[in-house]
């Protein structure tokens, strides 16, 4: 057993600095490299954090002091990525979504295996404490039968923010309310109450005329166990309010808004109860208002469950085999969308689904 694993982060961009301090805050990781291929980028961050910088990941793969690679790439440069380090023999922790199709996700997955490497995927609001409350009551029963898993997602995005790099405007690449920003809630409902069955949505652009791409969602799923789910997301709802995930039961309801438990109601109470409903702080942004406007720990939990992992042996807490159907879900949005009909699942991967309509 090791005492330290050395994190290498592929990507200098937006979300590395939240892998980057969770590294540093865990037992038992140590940060070792940033690798970006803007020079300025990876030296921006490595002299921050005062660590190496590498500008390709093939050098970065041979440094022995890296144990873990934190995919922090643009969505459609995932899965050569994680390739790569599979083939390296690197753990991975890759963010999301895994990749933009599913013989991707599936290559990636049977690499990692292969390979004998964790890979995991950060849909780090999966932990959140309201959300793992909700999964044990409906473990439980305490929902009775779960009638509706709805995801509420009114955010606000600037067309600048589209703008400050070609990727955030190309769908190809994952750019697109669906995939990007709205993946994390669709992911939760589908965590709670998925599978699905069926989806039908439909996508607009509302307020980012410059940009060809949907900022808003609307879309509605059925679960192959009986739920429903309706999905509203947005990145045009300025100033951008706290996300809402709401289930709801014959026996129950529990709402998280941002990552506050704000209702938590069971015809059944339970002496647990009072705390769970004490659960977040409507304080802790959640990124309503800015791409980088959230908190760490989410991420920081999900970091320190890779180390636990590679030392137990155990699976990591969210494997990306377990994000798969969410990306099934997504990906059926765009057919749904693009075809203006509802979708039954499985889907196949189709690249016209990425062609904007709007
Ligand atoms: N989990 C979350 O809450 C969260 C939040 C934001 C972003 N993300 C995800 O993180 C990933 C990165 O997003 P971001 O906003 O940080 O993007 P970004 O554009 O800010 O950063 C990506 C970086 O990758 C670099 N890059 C591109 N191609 C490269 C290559 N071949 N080799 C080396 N470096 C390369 C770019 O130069 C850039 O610095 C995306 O998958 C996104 O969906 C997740």
Not at 114 to 127: L, M, N, S
Not at 150 to 166: E, G, L, N, P, Q
Not at 215 to 241: C, H, N, Q
Request: include cysteine; charged fraction near 25%.
């Amino acid at each position: 057993m090791k005492k330290e694993y050395g994190f290498g982060i592929l990507g200098a961009g937006l979300v590395s600095p939240f892998h980057a301090k969770s590294v540093k805050a865990s037992q038992g990781g140590k940060l070792i490299a940033f690798c970006d291929m803007s020079k300025d980028r990876a030296d921006k961050l490595a002299t921050e954090y005062g660590v190496k910088a590498y500008y390709d990941l093939a050098d970065m793969l041979k440094d022995p002091a890296i144990d873990v690679v934190n995919v922090c790439l643009p969505n459609h440069l995932h899965h050569q990525a994680v390739l790569a380090c599979a083939r390296a023999g690197k753990h991975v922790l890759t963010e999301k979504p895994p990749a933009m199709t599913l013989q991707e996700t599936d290559e990636m997955i049977a690499a990692c295996a292969q390979a004998g490497v964790k890979f995991g995927c950060t849909v780090q609001c999966r932990v959140r404490k309201a959300i793992q409350a909700i999964k044990k009551a409906v473990a439980d029963g305490r929902f009775g039968t779960l009638l509706q898993a709805d995801a509420v997602m009114k955010w606000f995005r600037s067309t600048d923010y589209y703008k400050s790099d070609a990727w955030r405007m190309s769908r190809k690449s994952g750019a697109g309310v669906t995939v990007q920003h709205a993946f994390h809630y669709i992911d939760l409902i589908q965590y709670i109450a998925g599978p699905a069955a069926r989806v039908d949505a439909r996508m607009t652009n509302l307020a980012h005329p410059d940009i060809h791409l949907e900022d808003t969602l609307y879309a509605f799923i059925e679960f192959k166990g009986g739920a429903r789910g309706m999905v509203e997301a947005s990145t045009a709802m300025w100033p951008g309010t706290d996300i809402r995930i709401e289930i709801h039961g014959t026996d129950g309801t529990a709402i998280m808004t941002g990552e506050k438990m704000s209702v938590w109601k069971f015809r059944e109470e339970k002496p647990e109860d009072a705390e769970i409903r004490a659960i977040g702080s409507a304080a802790q942004s959640t990124g309503a208002t800015g791409a980088a406007d959230f908190g760490y720990l989410d991420h920081a939990f999900l970091i320190q469950d890779m180390i636990d992992s590679i030392n137990t042996g155990r699976e990591v807490a969210i494997p990306v085999a377990s994000v798969r159907p969410t990306l099934e879900i997504v990906l059926a949005m765009y057919h749904s969308a693009f075809r203006g009909t509802p979708v039954t699942l499985p889907v196949k991967d189709d690249e016209k689904i990425w062609e904007w309509k709007g």
